[in-house]
């Protein structure tokens, strides 16, 4: 009872351990043998065995599962239906013993706990590890694979549009415990916890697991936010000084202007754009207060060479790391330059501590929340997009994508991408047959299993290009790797990685074709 909507056993009753005490299930994680509306009497903890159920506290709520393991004062149990699931129970949390089970509680209740619900409960205990290897297998077969990509778009949309209702209906669409494997991968934790409290769910019994989980992810975005404001104004103070030009980029200038709305939203780094004649100036200058890379100096050029920032520096204390960018998207990535030069039109003051300092604009950072997923999809980064598009009129709207739209090297990924942004817009968005094919796949491609979807590049490159040279290009930038280990791998490494990620790219593509529809 950890993670999903599962059963909940919840106290009418509870008197003093001398007496019975009467509890109504509600839920599904003890079907077949347990479930509403039936009442569960409980009698003190004492004798208990394997396969007996126990009534104990989790948290501010109580759970009936079945006792699997006992022995050194605590007890291992699971539910019926979520033979994978075990909780370590210790001996001062157990509320009782199941004694009796009624098959309601009016009058004309009749106990059901007879010898073969007794013998069922016996076997099912002991039978639990192969039920739950069985549980596992079922789930990682493509037609099992609980799929919760567009859950997830739709409750970013329903909370952006303030769809209370549309919320509710969207959280119902899966369960608790996919959702929250979901917001970690996309990093939107934060902003549905923010959501739940705002539309009074915390205090419902149904959303309690999905809340207690979730609230962890809050607290920890919030306490690296405040860290990123500290470290963002070190970083801007140790340019402005040295009269470096600099551009703030993506969390960095929120955090800089300290937008209540933005507090929700993780950032992992701190990205700053300079002109490439100014980069080695803007790491001396880092330096000096304190920045230093992990890397040796071999490593250091090889992130000059193969990617569009220098490789990360960190402070002393080792908390956020900070990249210093010559452009907002990586060699070979797009046709057009996104450097300084081609940025500098797209620059407004951004208002913090130190007075205005550069940053983006709504378009160049809808484009560049865009090309950033193109490397790795969150839909945090989409949601953010979704608000830019949401908050621009019809006249501008057409302009949001002339940065990153139709560049020849990534016409389909980009174009779908700005739709994803619309659908959670709730906005219309033109989209080509080609785009609407990539956003099926790429819908699919994120309810896949990590190591599928990690090394999808061969999928992702028939789905992504137009011609036979954009299918090399964006299966090559993606079997690239980390720019680090690029030149410390040999020929024959090589191979062996390609033809290890070609066979991945296929089994991902089998895979993904045979889950089943998300609607």
């Known amino acids: 009872m950890r993670v999903g909507y599962e059963s909940r056993a919840t106290a009418v009753g509870l008197r003093a351990r001398t007496s019975l005490a009467r509890v109504a299930m509600t839920g599904t994680s003890m079907l077949p043998l347990l479930h509403a509306p039936m009442v569960l009497e409980l009698g003190p903890p004492e004798a208990v065995r394997v396969g007996d159920v126990i009534a104990f506290w989790d948290g501010l709520k109580i759970v009936a599962h079945r006792v699997i393991l006992a022995g050194d004062g605590t007890f291992r149990t699971a539910g019926d239906a979520r033979p994978e699931c075990v909780e370590i129970v210790s001996a001062d949390a157990v509320l009782g013993r199941v004694e009796r089970v009624w098959s309601h509680d009016g009058s004309q209740a009749y106990r059901v706990d007879g010898f073969a619900h007794r013998l069922s409960g016996s076997l099912l205990a002991h039978t639990r590890p192969l039920r739950a290897s069985v549980a596992r297998a079922a789930r990682s077969l493509p037609q099992g694979r609980t799929r919760v990509f567009s859950t997830l778009c739709d409750l970013l949309a329903a909370d ?10 969207a959280l119902r669409a899966a369960p608790a415990d996919a959702i929250v494997r979901g917001t970690k991968q996309h990093r939107c934790g934060a902003l549905l916890a923010h959501a739940l409290y705002r539309y009074r769910l915390h205090d419902d019994p149904a959303c309690a697991p999905l809340v207690e989980a979730l609230r962890k ?11 990123l404001q500290c ?26 202007r300290g937008d209540p709305k933005d507090a929700v ?12 004649e100014h980069l080695d100036a803007a790491i001396a200058a880092l330096s000096r207060y304190g920045y230093a890379t992990p890397f040796d100096r071999s490593v250091a ?17 080792g908390s956020i790391a900070v990249e210093l960018h010559t452009a907002i998207a990586r060699p070979k990535t797009l046709e057009r330059a996104l450097d300084w030069r081609a940025l500098e039109p797209y620059f407004q003051p951004c208002h913090g501590f130190a007075g205005p300092v550069r940053c983006l604009d ?16 969150h839909l945090r980064d989409v949601y953010l997009m979704a608000r ?19 560049d020849p090297a990534e016409p389909v990924r980009l174009n779908a991408l700005f739709a994803l942004a619309a659908r959670i817009a709730r906005v219309a968005w033109p ?9 099926d796949w790429l819908e699919r491609r994120e309810d896949l299993p990590e190591n599928l979807r990690r090394h999808a590049y061969f999928a992702e490159a028939a789905h992504a290009a137009r011609r036979a040279r954009d299918f090399v290009r964006v299966w090559g930038t993606g079997i690239a790797g980390n720019p680090a280990k690029a030149d410390a791998v040999t020929q024959h490494q090589r191979l062996t990685r390609l033809l290890a990620r070609a066979a991945s790219g296929v089994a991902a593509y089998l895979y993904a074709a045979a889950m089943r529809d998300s609607r």
């Open 362 to 377: 709504e378009r160049a950072t809808f484009a560049h929340l865009a090309i950033h997923s193109l490397d790795e999809l």
């Open 217 to 227: 992810d809050a607290w920890g975005t919030a306490a690296s936010n405040a860290s």
């Open 431 to 439: 989209t080509a047959p080609a785009e609407r094919r990539y956003l």
């Open 301 to 317: 050029e090889a992130y000059r060479r193969r990617h569009h920032h220098a490789a990360p520096m960190l402070p002393a204390s």
């Open 265 to 276: 939203h993780p950032s992992s780094d701190i990205d700053m754009l300079v002109p490439e």
């Open 231 to 256: 470290d963002v104004d070190t970083c801007v103070t140790a340019l402005s000084i040295a009269g470096i030009p600099f551009a703030l980029l993506k969390g960095a200038a929120r955090a800089y």
């Open 388 to 406: 830019i598009l949401r908050t621009a009129g019809w006249s501008s709207r057409a302009d949001l994508g002339t940065i990153g739209a139709g």
């Open 160 to 169: 952006l549009a303030d769809d209370r209702e549309g919320f509710v209906s």
